[in-house]
């Protein structure tokens, strides 16, 4: 390694003014600039909750699909996280990336967020320590990890409008803690959210961002959502340092101007600068630095990482329900196995968001890793069960370009040119773009998008044929025009691209018969440009019933639901966490063929199971990333055990929930205070039963907690509690202790371990809780402060199930 970096206000002096202003903006929307006179490269800045996304969204540039954020969740493990964090670190590093922003640690307070499925729980604890795990093992490959959103973008309607009205002290203890967490675990980077809290924008908030910087001493650099900021002066005196993605609007130029006429401080230009060189220090980006990476020899390359990932899906899922033993499946003892869905056919190994990635090789379903585990020795038949009712991208459809190549033609136009600037092939039909489309210069310019396919339909009827994006939309077939999508209002541009949505229409065609399908899509220019083209083939009538006589005819029946991308989807909540109507008239007909269904979950959220008790088994699975149909197929095999518990609660009812109802008020604003606590903590203040509990999960052996006490030492107080395996097989048990304050009415997570262990045998786990468990914000004294009296300390397996209560003075 070389030496270290010169300090970085050694580096300004040698800047003028307007340079160093020039550098608090991005370059590009994925990168830095670079001052060559200080020796500054640009950094690689790359979306990556899910994995790392194409920092042009080109669909051809795959990557490691991670297991989504309730997935780690439902780890309860640091050790399974830091090595996701580990997988993605390294490939960040082989690719040259400076940062990516993830990890997600806003909370899944409703459950019902378009993008719960990035968060880590519903419980600040649990997500800030898992998330400060996917820091460590990013950031050990000396990529910079990027928390966000900071803070209480809970919620994905009117998200970039809307405020979070909420307490100091829930914002301290319940929001805040997850990003003080991660700032505890050393990361470089933090991104604010577009909402406001308490009405100032979280971008422009001084009071949020003295916090991060003063009292938690955060020293790395804090950079803005996309097109988050609305001007200079507030942002920049408000500690705000990077605004994202260049060019630049309100930083840049107007932010030297406003240090020229005395608006910003200097001193305030400077401080951002030297971050910026900081973070350019850490990642080898300054002349006389090398990257810091502390971990070189876990360093995992592209063949070790399936593996990897195949492991932490496994260990993500979590088996909530398993009557009369049925699962772990032992493949000799069937002689039939069924295996239906339609998410085990066509599965979601990702929520819809900006960031998404296309895996890296080739990936499986998990009906045909099912077939491949258990189809040596059984019979195994697929049957879907219901229908798609949405159009999908036509990457799955038999499409070539007029040439015959396989894939769609895109062309790019700009003004009322009639020759494109730009001819490429696409594997794909669903684009997006940031402020630049390579090879054919900025979005804000005035143009148009061409899309051609020569569609080859598989089966003859009625199709449904659509496209949407960033402006006005045609669609044609052979020539004939079959929808037509008007462009979206201004204010919504990003927000009608993160929804996808389409406008549709049906056209009938001929199995093996050719036609051509051409899309078009004119923009006035914006700050995003996106095209979505999908198509939907005529769908069996008889899908239900082919379901039904499999699962008749089967030992046993394995039923993946779950969600679609349509269900998953940034800038969009949900208006419930059931599942769709069709999918549940699916589980209870297979239900009521056989006793011996096990139902898999195939969703990033708490969905709602009201049949939990017609099925045997009830497995959630997540959205496991790209290892989903291995993890799955050892799970139910059991070549692995599931060892997940729940990160998240399922309600008996929606209306369970305190934040069931709320809505944003005629100022858009969302009244946190007025629903907390939410979660496990509502319901144990109402003393309303879970279906399944937070904390919860049984694996595939049975445990005993036989004795737990509490120790006092120098690192403060643990909890030791004695823990037996008193089942058949070796697993994974979780030991979780809850803190009731005197005069709570209710008890939230203080500290958990995990022990693994054969079967028959007992050990000691030892739970350390430092002070901040029992410590409470008091708003009065603005400070942290421990209540005095005695504390409950609540001790066992899930937020439900708590045998041990052991009294204590912190």
């Given at each position: 390694?070389?030496?270290?970096?010169?300090?970085?206000?050694?580096?300004?002096?040698?800047?003028?003014?307007?340079?160093?202003?020039?550098?608090?903006?991005?370059?590009?929307?994925?990168?830095?600039?670079?001052?060559?006179?200080?020796?500054?490269?640009?950094?690689?800045?790359?979306?990556?909750?899910?994995?790392?996304?194409?920092?042009?969204?080109?669909?051809?540039?795959?990557?490691?699909?991670?297991?989504?954020?309730?997935?780690?969740?439902?780890?309860?493990?640091?050790?399974?996280?830091?090595?996701?964090?580990?997988?993605?670190?390294?490939?960040?590093?082989?690719?040259?990336?400076?940062?990516?922003?993830?990890?997600?640690?806003?909370?899944?307070?409703?459950?019902?967020?378009?993008?719960?499925?990035?968060?880590?729980?519903?419980?600040?604890?649990?997500?800030?320590?898992?998330?400060?795990?996917?820091?460590?093992?990013?950031?050990?490959?000396?990529?910079?990890?990027?928390?966000?959103?900071?803070?209480?973008?809970?919620?994905?309607?009117?998200?970039?409008?809307?405020?979070?009205?909420?307490?100091?002290?829930?914002?301290?203890?319940?929001?805040?803690?997850?990003?003080?967490?991660?700032?505890?675990?050393?990361?470089?980077?933090?991104?604010?959210?577009?909402?406001?809290?308490?009405?100032?924008?979280?971008?422009?908030?001084?009071?949020?961002?003295?916090?991060?910087?003063?009292?938690?001493?955060?020293?790395?650099?804090?950079?803005?959502?996309?097109?988050?900021?609305?001007?200079?002066?507030?942002?920049?005196?408000?500690?705000?340092?990077?605004?994202?993605?260049?060019?630049?609007?309100?930083?840049?130029?107007?932010?030297?101007?406003?240090?020229?006429?005395?608006?910003?401080?200097?001193?305030?230009?400077?401080?951002?600068?030297?971050?910026?060189?900081?973070?350019?220090?850490?990642?080898?980006?300054?002349?006389?630095?090398?990257?810091?990476?502390?971990?070189?020899?876990?360093?995992?390359?592209?063949?070790?990482?399936?593996?990897?990932?195949?492991?932490?899906?496994?260990?993500?899922?979590?088996?909530?329900?398993?009557?009369?033993?049925?699962?772990?499946?032992?493949?000799?003892?069937?002689?039939?196995?069924?295996?239906?869905?339609?998410?085990?056919?066509?599965?979601?190994?990702?929520?819809?968001?900006?960031?998404?990635?296309?895996?890296?090789?080739?990936?499986?379903?998990?009906?045909?890793?099912?077939?491949?585990?258990?189809?040596?020795?059984?019979?195994?038949?697929?049957?879907?069960?219901?229908?798609?009712?949405?159009?999908?991208?036509?990457?799955?459809?038999?499409?070539?370009?007029?040439?015959?190549?396989?894939?769609?033609?895109?062309?790019?136009?700009?003004?009322?040119?009639?020759?494109?600037?730009?001819?490429?092939?696409?594997?794909?039909?669903?684009?997006?773009?940031?402020?630049?489309?390579?090879?054919?210069?900025?979005?804000?310019?005035?143009?148009?998008?061409?899309?051609?396919?020569?569609?080859?339909?598989?089966?003859?009827?009625?199709?449904?044929?659509?496209?949407?994006?960033?402006?006005?939309?045609?669609?044609?077939?052979?020539?004939?025009?079959?929808?037509?999508?008007?462009?979206?209002?201004?204010?919504?541009?990003?927000?009608?691209?993160?929804?996808?949505g389409m406008s549709t229409g049906e056209v009938e065609l001929t199995a093996g018969v050719p036609v051509e399908v051409t899309v078009e899509m004119t923009s006035a220019g914006s700050r995003v440009q996106a095209l979505?083209?999908?198509?939907?083939?005529?769908?069996?009538?008889?899908?239900?019933?082919?379901?039904?006589?499999?699962?008749?005819?089967?030992?046993?029946?394995?039923?993946?639901?779950?969600?679609?991308?349509?269900?998953?989807?940034?800038?969009?909540?949900?208006?419930?966490?059931?599942?769709?109507?069709?999918?549940?008239?699916?589980?209870?007909?297979?239900?009521?063929?056989?006793?011996?269904?096990?139902?898999?979950?195939?969703?990033?959220?708490?969905?709602?199971?009201?049949?939990?008790?017609?099925?045997?088994?009830?497995?959630?699975?997540?959205?496991?990333?790209?290892?989903?149909?291995?993890?799955?197929?050892?799970?139910?095999?059991?070549?692995?055990?599931?060892?997940?518990?729940?990160?998240?609660?399922?309600?008996?009812?929606?209306?369970?929930?305190?934040?069931?109802?709320?809505?944003?008020?005629?100022?858009?604003?969302?009244?946190?205070?007025?629903?907390?606590?939410?979660?496990?903590?509502?319901?144990?203040?109402?003393?309303?039963?879970?279906?399944?509990?937070?904390?919860?999960?049984?694996?595939?052996?049975?445990?005993?907690?036989?004795?737990?006490?509490?120790?006092?030492?120098?690192?403060?107080?643990?909890?030791?509690?004695?823990?037996?395996?008193?089942?058949?097989?070796?697993?994974?048990?979780?030991?979780?202790?809850?803190?009731?304050?005197?005069?709570?009415?209710?008890?939230?997570?203080?500290?958990?371990?995990?022990?693994?262990?054969?079967?028959?045998?007992?050990?000691?786990?030892?739970?350390?809780?430092?002070?901040?468990?029992?410590?409470?914000?008091?708003?009065?004294?603005?400070?942290?402060?421990?209540?005095?009296?005695?504390?409950?300390?609540?001790?066992?397996?899930?937020?439900?199930?708590?045998?041990?209560?052991?009294?204590?003075?912190?």
């Open positions: 390694m070389t030496a270290a970096a010169p300090e970085p206000t050694e580096t300004l002096r040698q800047l003028s003014l307007g340079r160093r202003a020039g550098l608090t903006a991005g370059e590009t929307g994925w990168s830095t600039r670079a001052a060559p006179e200080i020796g500054l490269s640009p950094m690689l800045l790359g979306d990556g909750p899910l994995g790392l996304v194409s920092p042009t969204f080109d669909e051809r540039e795959t990557a490691f699909l991670l297991p989504c954020g309730t997935a780690l969740g439902a780890t309860w493990d640091p050790d399974v996280v830091r090595a996701v964090g580990l997988v993605q670190g390294s490939q960040a590093l082989r690719r040259g990336y400076g940062g990516v922003y993830a990890p997600n640690l806003n909370l899944a307070r409703t459950g019902l967020s378009g993008r719960t499925f990035e968060m880590y729980s519903e419980d600040p604890l649990l997500a800030g320590v898992l998330g400060a795990a996917l820091v460590r093992g990013l950031q050990s490959q000396g990529v910079a990890a990027c928390p966000k959103h900071l803070v209480c973008n809970d919620t994905e309607t009117e998200r970039q409008r809307m405020n979070a009205t909420v307490d100091e002290a829930t914002l301290r203890e319940m929001y805040l803690r997850p990003f003080e967490m991660a700032v505890e675990g050393g990361a470089w980077m933090l991104m604010t959210a577009y909402n406001g809290v308490n009405g100032v924008p979280c971008a422009a908030h001084a009071d949020l961002l003295r916090i991060v910087k003063e009292e938690w001493g955060f020293d790395g650099l804090v950079l803005s959502d996309y097109f988050a900021l609305k001007d200079t002066v507030g942002p920049a005196l408000a500690g705000l340092d990077l605004e994202m993605p260049g060019p630049a609007i309100f930083f840049g130029e107007r932010l030297a101007a406003a240090v020229d006429d005395g608006s910003v401080p200097e001193e305030r230009l400077d401080d951002a600068v030297a971050r910026l060189l900081r973070l350019a220090g850490r990642t080898g980006a300054l002349a006389g630095t090398e990257r810091r990476v502390t971990a070189p020899d876990e360093h995992v390359g592209e063949d070790r990482a399936p593996a990897v990932l195949a492991t932490a899906a496994a260990a993500s899922a979590t088996l909530v329900r398993n009557r009369g033993g049925l699962l772990p499946l032992d493949p000799g003892a069937l002689d039939r196995l069924a295996v239906i869905g339609p998410n085990a056919v066509r599965p979601t190994f990702q929520g819809a968001t900006f960031g998404r990635v296309r895996p890296a090789g080739e990936v499986t379903t998990p009906a045909q890793a099912v077939r491949d585990r258990f189809g040596p020795h059984c019979d195994v038949r697929v049957e879907a069960g219901v229908v798609r009712t949405l159009p999908e991208t036509l990457a799955g459809f038999r499409v070539t370009t007029p040439d015959g190549e396989p894939g769609v033609l895109l062309e790019h136009f700009r003004g009322d040119a009639t020759r494109p600037v730009l001819t490429e092939t696409r594997v794909d039909s669903a684009f997006v773009w940031f402020g630049t489309v390579p090879g054919a210069g900025p979005t804000t310019q005035p143009g148009r998008l061409r899309l051609t396919a020569v569609l080859t339909p598989e089966a003859g009827g009625r199709y449904t044929v659509g496209g949407g994006g960033s402006g006005e939309t045609t669609v044609r077939v052979d020539g004939a025009l079959v929808a037509h999508r008007p462009a979206p209002a201004p204010a919504d541009v990003m927000g009608q691209v993160a929804r996808a979505t083209v999908g198509c939907l083939p005529p769908q069996p009538e008889d899908a239900l019933d082919r379901a039904v006589r499999a699962a008749t005819a089967a030992d046993a029946a394995v039923v993946v639901v779950g969600d679609v991308l349509e269900t998953a989807r940034e800038s969009r909540d949900l208006p419930s966490s059931a599942l769709p109507d069709e999918q549940v008239r699916l589980i209870r007909a297979v239900a009521a063929a056989n006793p011996r269904t096990v139902v898999v979950v195939n969703a990033g959220r708490p969905v709602d199971a009201p049949w939990a008790d017609d099925v045997a088994a009830v497995l959630y699975a997540w959205l496991p990333g790209q290892e989903f149909g291995p993890a799955l197929a050892a799970v139910l095999s059991g070549d692995a055990e599931p060892a997940g518990r729940m990160p998240v609660t399922v309600t008996c009812r929606d209306e369970d929930r305190s934040t069931w109802g709320e809505r944003l008020d005629t100022d858009l604003a969302l009244d946190y205070t007025a629903t907390e606590p939410t979660g496990y903590r509502h319901l144990w203040r109402t003393g309303t039963a879970p279906r399944f509990a937070f904390g919860s999960g049984l694996g595939y052996t049975t445990w005993e907690l036989r004795a737990a006490r509490v120790e006092r030492g120098a690192d403060g107080v643990a909890v030791v509690a004695t823990v037996a395996n008193t089942g058949p097989r070796p697993g994974r048990e979780v030991v979780q202790v809850y803190a009731q304050a005197p005069g709570e009415s209710d008890a939230r997570l203080a500290g958990f371990a995990g022990v693994r262990l054969a079967p028959t045998k007992c050990a000691e786990v030892r739970v350390r809780l430092d002070e901040r468990a029992f410590s409470r914000w008091d708003t009065a004294g603005s400070a942290w402060t421990i209540p005095a009296g005695t504390h409950r300390l609540l001790v066992g397996r899930s937020s439900v199930e708590l045998p041990f209560a052991l009294d204590v003075v912190p």
